[in-house]
């Protein structure tokens, strides 16, 4: 009976080790330092701290500059790092267990995304296996001339975005923000956001 018992509890351990393991907060907690080389364990800890509380979760990083916490949710986090770069990081179910994906993104006169996946104990995998950046041409409508303002695309700048409510991912081609005014004012009425669901382990097209 012991034994049956002890068992049980340790059973009970491990699935409440699981859970917290892949909880935003504590992953945000558990996270390598070379992926927010800005935050050691305790600014970030402060930051979690400070949100919990409903407080404004704000750190001053090891720049000098301000971090901000902007939404810790069970699932998803936004991060602030500096005043040009975010952090966004969504749980994803996959197979029996979830996995990280993270989204960074830099901003000047226009925002570039790079986007990451981990499992729960942070362990990169293959981004190739569970999204495929869209094409310039896939951001513009279906057109016979659209070849001509293709042309004038010549660098690869695309937004992403999290949904912190939905398993969703939202890419925007942010080129026409280094535009003339003149070629933005053509281009942007002809170009459209790409909405990807998770399903199935892997972030597909939404259809339109």
């Known amino acids: 009976m012991k034994r049956r018992i002890t068992i049980m509890l340790f059973a009970l351990c491990c699935m409440l080790s699981l859970a917290t393991a892949q909880n935003m907060r ?23 701290d400070y949100a919990e509380a409903n407080m404004t979760a704000r750190v001053t990083n ?21 005043a040009s770069s975010t952090v966004q990081m969504k749980l994803l179910p996959f197979g029996n267990e979830n996995i990280v994906c993270v989204v960074k993104s ?15 104990h942070w362990n990169r995998l293959n981004t ?16 016979d001339t659209i070849g001509h303002y293709i042309d004038m695309c010549d660098i690869y700048l695309v937004s992403l975005k999290l949904n912190s409510g939905e398993s969703t991912l939202t890419a925007e081609y942010s080129m026409p923000h280094y535009m003339s005014e003149e070629n ?13 669901n998770w399903e199935n382990g892997r972030f597909v097209l939404a259809e339109e």
Request: charged content about 25%; proline content about 7%; hydrophobic content about 50%.
């Open 184 to 196: 933005a004012a053509a281009v942007m009425p002809l170009l459209r956001k790409r909405v990807y």
């Open 128 to 143: 190739d296996d569970l999204f495929t950046m869209p094409e310039i041409r896939e951001f513009f409508l279906p057109s």
């Open 26 to 48: 504590s992953l945000f907690l558990a996270a390598p330092e070379q992926l927010f080389p800005l935050l050691p364990y305790n600014s970030r800890a402060d930051l979690v």
């Open 106 to 120: 830099v901003s000047a006169e226009a925002e570039d995304s790079r986007v990451y996946f981990y499992d729960s």
């Open 62 to 82: 090891l720049l000098g500059g301000v971090s901000t916490l902007l939404e810790l949710k069970s699932d998803f986090m936004l991060l602030e790092t500096t």
